[in-house]
């Protein structure tokens, strides 16, 4: 089984010890590539350093909407360096978190547009956090029209879904499609498209069943995998292959 994780943060200081092992086990579980995203312009620095360490490791760059109350304009002018690199595969992760709102909206709303406008200046897909503010995440998207869009650990309705392929947006499904409580997510795992579906990690965090709670890494991809096939009733060898095919058309990685 050849998985390929869509979203990780392997410059996290979690990995900081044991990141060689990390990567080993990832592979040894069968997760060929995968995107470590940044969520500042240092952590995207890094990022791209890792793509260029490993040659299964993808970058992705921008300003965590966390982080967007310090995303000013000279973060934004290091950003577009760093996205022309060649490991670069996509700007994010950048959205709107309602849920947290750790930054003012309105900073989140206008650095979210920036990352957009980088994308297309760089033609490179959007990876988008988005919590508890998926009407205005999509209606910045339809106005901004991004390249491509993969709606990163996707936490919508099935309504929501169902707008966002119709749009052509990939839904990427990360460890809480494994809770049990996760209805909604087993909801969406069920309904979307195989050829919309992506499947991602998000480690360090959302570690799946049976590790919630505890430190997440892309070996546990297969979890989520397995999850989603039990859902849909069909072999985790075809939600691993057409995952891992969808994530190298929307990231342009062979
Ligand atoms: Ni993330």
Redesign the pocket.
Known sequence: MELFDS?V?LDDEAFAADLAAVIDRARQAGVIDMVT?G?DVASSRAAVDLAGRFSTVHAAVAVHPHEAGRAGPKAMADLGPLAAHAKVVAVG?TGLDYAKDYAPREVQRRVFIEHIWLSRERNLPLIV?CREAHAEVLEILEREQPVGVVM??FSGSVDVARACVERGYFISLAGPVTFRNARAAAQVAQEVPLGSLLVET?AP?LAPEPFRGRRNEPAYLPHIVQRIADLRGCPPEEIAAATAANARRVYAVN
């Open positions: 979203h943060h995203v969520i992760e956090h990163h650990a998000d965090v």
